[in-house]
């Protein structure tokens, strides 16, 4: 079924005097014609055409301007032609020409932040570059600091705040990371808690996970996993009591990690 394409036809001529310009147009009058300057200089003219398809349509644009152009005494010289349904074209004529902008109090905002820090984080190498300098300041694209806002990483460049560990917290924090950083799976013991990582634990499916075993009876070891899973250090994912012992799944967190990095 035939539609309503719209064709852009971009000829290797420049310096065209109105009066050929109207000439033209004249020639192309059925097809709603539209003549301007192309940004390279070049003539350029916009008409609709009804066709079956994209290929049939630029056929018969083609045909039209190179005979409009042949008897306006033009060039019939193609350098280029642009495509697109009409339903395209419309939707491309109703977006903003500008994009829409924001200063540093509009960042602010976005971010959460006061001006100050808003202007600090303008000036990152990684932030998107300003697209203007006003007397008022700086202006950026509203979408590009958004995209900015997704990827930051708030906590970049502030101290991490030490984390109060019980004695027995510790103790079980050292034998997690140290099993996962030397990547042995010998059984380890908690300074004098009964806590141990099972040999088989790095068959688990990924990094990080491991398995762990203590006496069901001891309210220490169990007290100090629930505290470190509430201080977001590791995370406890099975939990299979025994009738002796308890088997435990566990994770570290990547804060996990740096706490026993740092603190340990």
Excluded at 3 to 16: F, H, K, P, R, T
Excluded at 90 to 112: F, K, N, Q, Y
Excluded at 121 to 139: E, I
């Amino acid at each position: 079924m035939p539609q309503a394409w719209s064709i852009e036809v971009e000829l290797g001529v420049n310096d065209v005097s109105d009066d050929l310009v109207e000439e033209l147009v004249e020639h192309l009058i059925d097809h709603s014609p539209a003549v301007g300057t192309a940004p390279n200089g070049n003539l350029s003219a916009r008409i609709f055409i009804e066709a079956g398809t994209a290929r049939q349509a630029i056929d018969n644009a083609l045909r039209e301007v190179t005979a409009a152009a042949k008897e306006a005494g033009l060039s019939t010289n193609i350098v280029g032609v642009d495509l697109v349904t009409e339903e395209e074209l419309d939707r491309r004529l109703a977006e903003p020409s500008v994009p829409d902008l924001v200063g540093i109090s509009e960042i602010a905002e976005m971010l959460s932040v006061v001006r100050q820090r808003a202007t600090q984080l303008s000036q990152r190498p990684d932030f998107p570059p300003a697209v203007a300098h006003l007397k008022s300041g700086p202006v950026f694209v509203r979408e590009q600091v958004a995209a900015f806002e997704q990827r930051w990483d708030r906590r970049s460049g502030r101290p991490a705040k030490p984390v109060d560990l019980t004695p027995a917290e510790r103790d079980v924090l050292a034998v997690l990371s140290a099993c996962i950083n030397t990547n042995e799976h010998l059984i380890r013991g908690a300074g004098e808690l009964d806590f141990a990582v099972l040999p088989s634990s790095s068959e688990s499916g990924h990094e990080g996970h491991i398995h762990a075993r203590y006496p069901a009876g001891s309210a220490v070891v169990g007290e100090a996993l629930r505290g470190l899973a509430k201080k977001n250090l590791l995370s406890i994912e099975e939990d299979a009591p025994g009738g002796e012992e308890i088997v435990v799944g566990l994770e570290l967190t990547s804060k996990g990690e740096r706490v026993a990095s740092t603190q340990l």
